[in-house]
């Protein structure tokens, strides 16, 4: 893995000795939690992560409900987040945006603890866990992730509920072109878009509107030389407007 030096020498032992706590039986489930949190380009909300980390590489899914089936499914907002706080030994922490009022509540966050946190799982950390998990197979790469997460995402908008894929491209880059452009530099927007502010009421499943957003950004941070990314967009240059999502999904997901 792509090594980061960013952190205190002193907060990466107290981090590794964190990790040592996590049960060995619970290394594979905390690493779903701490992978996508570590290489997500913006703080996921907790429905989002609660439907990311269900979601695997060879699985065969189809809609939520067979999501939902998963091993790894929780049935609610509350105690997925009770499991997130107590397998990251409390590395991950919730946060609360936006004010509470009828009209537009306030949601819940699931993020590091500290922006060091995340250095630190970026460079040695889930190193370390993959470790635990087998010492005779190598851990993958951080470009290896980045893929993984980007075919996770296209399976996702493949699902038979989101029919309306391009009412919600178009809606992406109307709110992306209203937002401030410097703020797009920066790996995390100082508030991660909201579907609800965009969709109003037609407001598409958890994970969705991350998804179909930063499926291209995990390409980008594997393959700099954006050659997969080019490819899926010679194939939807070739495609209709209503069925490019679909093709172009199918294409990456099938080969991750």
Same mark, same amino acid.
């Given at each position: ?25 619970? +290394?594979? /489930?905390?690493?779903?939690?701490? #992978?996508?949190? $570590?290489?997500?380009? %913006?703080? *996921?909300?907790?429905? @989002? ?42 590395? +991950?922490? /919730?946060?609360?945006?936006?004010? #509470?009022?009828? $009209?537009?509540?306030? %949601?819940? *966050?699931?993020?590091? @603890? ?42 996702? +908008? ?19 072109? @209203? ?78």
């Amino acid at each position: 893995m792509k090594k980061i030096k960013g952190y205190p020498q002193e907060l990466g032992k107290i981090y590794a000795e964190l990790l040592e706590r996590i049960d060995r039986n619970d +290394v594979p /489930e905390t690493l779903r939690i701490l #992978e996508w949190i $570590s290489l997500a380009q %913006r703080p *996921l909300f907790v429905d @989002d992560l609660r439907f990311a980390v269900c979601l695997e590489d060879s699985m065969v899914c189809h809609s939520l409900k067979d999501l939902e089936r998963s091993d790894h499914w929780c049935s609610s907002e509350e105690a997925f987040t009770a499991c997130v706080r107590d397998l990251t030994q409390g590395l +991950v922490r /919730e946060a609360t945006i936006g004010i #509470e009022e009828d $009209s537009h509540p306030s %949601r819940q *966050l699931l993020k590091f @603890d500290h922006e060091s946190v995340r250095e630190f799982m970026l460079d040695s950390g889930l190193e370390t866990l993959y470790a635990r998990l087998s010492s005779a197979i190598p851990p993958p790469s951080l470009a290896d992730l980045h893929i993984s997460l980007a075919g996770r995402c296209l399976k996702f +908008v493949m699902f038979d509920e989101i029919t309306h894929l391009r009412k919600l491209e178009q809606a992406i880059a109307k709110k992306l072109a @209203d937002e401030d452009l410097a703020a797009q530099r920066y790996r995390y927007r100082p508030v991660p878009t909201d579907p609800t502010l965009v969709m109003g009421e037609n407001v598409p499943p958890p994970l969705t509107f991350y998804a179909a957003q930063h499926w291209r950004d995990h390409i980008y941070h594997a393959d700099e030389d954006m050659e997969v990314y080019t490819n899926i967009l010679k194939l939807w240059s070739h495609s209709s407007r209503d069925t490019d999502w679909i093709t172009g999904a199918a294409t990456l997901a099938t080969t991750t």
